[in-house]
């Protein structure tokens, strides 16, 4: 099955969902469930310095047996020890991945290096300049963080990837809005955790309604999490989740072949989510 892809603002392509090794596989030895993933169907895999795994994201990539050029890596910058830069961040990274480039370099949390920003924004062109990573960008930034490196950048973060989902999607759209307009891909992480960590809110019902109205178009099952994935596809969002089983990870993939959601169903979803704010993951 080939998995359609997102044209990134420096040229290069995306596939729209990835699979990560944060949550459940975090200080986990991710390989087995990283080789699954990938007999599965999964090509982009989306690790961190953070969640401590990198040598078994990188074990699994190898078992795999799957060439280099048919996957798309990413791995995001952790805090940084004194003397480090993201460079030198990345090509311990490396090391421990086996590779010799990752396709995406994020920033992990701007908190983490509050008042050097730009400092550290500049050391990722270096990263991407040199060929360590094909793209570059950024994770949990806000509309002032954004601004903070876009003045002077020579490249504009490619992707943020942010906590994305019904409940926070009125809150989103200023950023939103600042990635239109600056051709940077939004992506997502939590999408569908509103079902998951807060069952019965406002949006069950609507969830449901769409998910039966779908399942009777195509003649066959669609799931609950298939209807939220695939809201967050037609918007054009790179869609980061993950599981620990087989049949749920093929399930992900299949969104793409789900019916697409009408105007009325999208506006209905985002109505509901205006109801009630929450965020399950901390920046």
């Known amino acids: 099955m080939t998995i359609s892809t997102l044209s990134l603002n420096d040229g290069n392509q995306v596939p729209w969902i990835a ?37 078994s994201l990188g074990a699994g990539i190898k078992a795999s047996g799957a060439a280099r050029s048919a996957l798309f890596v990413t791995t995001k910058l952790h805090r940084l020890q004194p003397g480090q830069t993201a460079k030198t961040a990345l090509q311990v990274s490396l090391k421990k991945l086996g590779l010799e480039y990752v396709d995406l370099y994020l920033v992990h949390v701007p908190g983490d290096h509050a008042g050097h920003l730009k400092e550290v924004w500049k050391s990722m062109e270096e990263c991407k300049r040199e060929g360590l990573s094909k793209s570059i960008g950024v994770s949990n930034f806000e509309v002032e963080h954004l601004e903070e490196i876009l003045e002077g950048a020579e490249f504009p973060p490619s992707v943020n990837q942010v906590e994305i989902h019904p409940y926070v999607w009125k809150s989103l759209q200023p950023v939103i809005a600042l990635h239109k307009q600056r051709s940077i891909i939004t992506s997502s992480y939590g999408g569908l955790s509103p079902l998951f960590r807060a069952p019965g809110g406002p949006l069950d019902p609507v969830i449901e309604k769409i998910r039966a109205r779908l399942e009777f178009s195509r003649g066959q099952t669609v799931s609950v999490g298939q209807v939220l994935n695939k809201w967050l596809q037609q918007y054009g969002i790179l869609v980061v989740t993950t599981s620990s089983k087989a049949d749920r990870m093929r399930e992900y993939l299949d969104t793409a072949n789900v019916p697409e959601l009408t105007a009325d169903e999208i506006e209905s979803i985002e109505n509901a989510g205006a109801q009630h704010h929450q965020k399950f993951f901390s920046d």
């Open 19 to 55: 699979f990560g090794t944060g949550t459940a596989l975090f200080q986990q030895d991710a390989q087995n469930t990283v080789e699954t993933a990938i007999a599965n169907g999964f090509t982009h895999l989306d690790g961190a310095q953070m969640y401590e795994n990198e040598e």
